[in-house]
């Protein structure tokens, strides 16, 4: 970190582009060496966010399948030259809280074997709700040092209250955070929308916050908070000129052939090896390609 930004090696602020999967315990076909091949070189991809949900099947139902498909996962962006995002996606219940010894466990195994990399970035919380800032500023301040004992400069990522809103979608603002700081360093503060349904609100308080708290967009999409219904590619638009302007990185949801609109593949893509070129995307796939593809600045001097 350096201030409110990602930086390179070179001290320089960065802006990292790329997908999220879907949930890996549904989804694993989608996440395979011909689809991260097409992601890496095709799309242009920065990052990959690995989407492991706590419950709903996830890594409490089977803790040592999903902690070693992480780690695969892990590999597979690294050799492609991606960022690995580790998505603790905790969702229900809302309280981080309810999971900590859950994390305990998971984080101190995945910081201790990918410590040594340079592309590992580490996200405690997916979409805090129901719960008040308070009480996720104070899990972060468990989990943190827990990362750090293992890996000291890997960096944090932390999920903001209201589903990753910043608190607006539970009637707060992004003064709850700015007002209350986590007591870390090298963390960032996630913030997620759905142009569809989060429009001047939810982007004002995102512009208000973007020069005073670190921020990255770990999650969104061009249609509704669903993850369905039609794209507002002008929304969109929007919100990723700004992430531009201010070198705020983002994954987009999601990187799988779900019906929904907002997965990129057609139905039934995954079963096979056809991912590159923009036969095998949905509309919003072929959108938030596109948007990838363009040249990285990634400054060295």
Not at 68 to 83: F, N, P, Q, S, W
Not at 107 to 136: C, L, M, Q
Not at 264 to 274: L, S
Request: charged letters at 20%.
């Amino acid at each position: 970190m350096c201030g409110v930004q990602l930086c390179n090696k070179y001290g320089k602020p960065i802006q990292l582009r790329g997908m999220s999967t879907h949930g890996i315990q549904w989804y694993a076909s989608c996440v395979k060496p011909a689809s991260l091949d097409a992601l890496a070189t095709d799309w242009g991809a920065d990052i990959l966010r690995i989407a492991m949900y706590v419950q709903e099947g996830g890594y409490e139902s089977d803790p040592r399948k999903y902690t070693d498909l992480v780690h695969g996962y892990i590999e597979e962006a690294t050799k492609r030259g991606m960022y690995a995002l580790v998505d603790w996606h905790q969702l229900t219940p809302g309280d981080p809280n309810a999971n900590t010894a859950l994390a305990r466990t998971f984080f101190t195994e995945v910081a201790s074997r990918h410590k040594d990399k340079t592309n590992i970035i580490y996200d405690i919380a997916n979409e805090p709700n129901g719960v008040s800032w308070a009480r996720i500023k104070s899990y972060a301040e468990t989990m943190i040092p827990v990362i750090r004992a293992q890996d000291p400069d890997g960096v944090v990522f932390v999920g903001t209250h209201g589903w990753g809103s910043f608190g607006i979608s539970d009637g707060r603002t992004e003064a709850d955070i700015i007002n209350n700081p986590i007591n870390a360093t090298n963390f960032m503060y996630t913030f997620h929308f759905y142009a569809a349904s989060h429009g001047d609100e939810y982007f004002n308080s995102l512009a208000r916050a973007a020069d005073r708290i670190p921020i990255f967009i770990t999650e969104f999409g061009t249609q509704t908070a669903s993850g369905d219904g039609t794209n507002n590619f002008t929304q969109s638009q929007k919100y990723l000129d700004f992430l531009a302007q201010k070198k705020i990185g983002w994954t987009n949801w999601n990187f799988s052939d779900d019906f929904r609109s907002g997965a990129v593949f057609k139905t039934g893509t995954c079963a096979g090896n056809a991912f590159t070129g923009t036969g095998p995307l949905k509309p919003a796939g072929v959108w938030i390609r596109d948007r990838m593809r363009t040249a990285d600045n990634f400054p060295t001097s």
